[in-house]
């Protein structure tokens, strides 16, 4: 059984830093593209960074510069280092893995992150 569990999002004022983990069980951590992804009340779900098994990383435009993600294949954790937070960055995040050998993708149950004074 594959299960993703994010940790620390929180309320946090503008100009903060959060980080994010995601510890993943049931897969083989070290060959997926893992991921985060948010989605804001009304709007859709949207990347925010990923980093495949090599260590390349892509991120969404609005967040290059002040999110980083990073991962640590002997914990089988994938986190998200968040810095010069904006109330635009208030979303649920969601940890995602995606198997480079087949279609299976992964969801986390999501965290909260609020940006607000």
């Known amino acids: 059984q594959v299960l993703l569990a994010e940790s620390g999002g929180a309320l946090v004022q503008p100009g903060g830093s959060l980080r994010l983990s995601c510890a993943a069980s049931?897969?083989?951590?070290?060959?997926?593209?893992m991921g985060w992804y948010r989605q804001a009340p009304g709007k859709q779900r949207e990347l925010v960074a990923t980093?495949?098994?090599?260590?390349?990383?892509n991120y969404a435009n609005s967040i290059k510069g002040r999110f980083t993600i990073s991962n640590d294949n002997a914990k089988n954790t994938v986190y998200l280092q968040m810095n010069s937070l904006k109330s635009d960055d208030t979303a649920v995040y969601y940890c995602?893995?995606?198997?480079?050998?087949?279609?299976?993708?992964?969801w986390g149950q999501g965290t909260q992150v609020t940006v607000s004074s």
């Open positions: 995602n893995a995606q198997s480079p050998f087949s279609n299976n993708v992964y």
């Open positions: 049931g897969i083989i951590f070290s060959t997926y593209t």
């Open positions: 980093i495949k098994r090599d260590g390349i990383t």
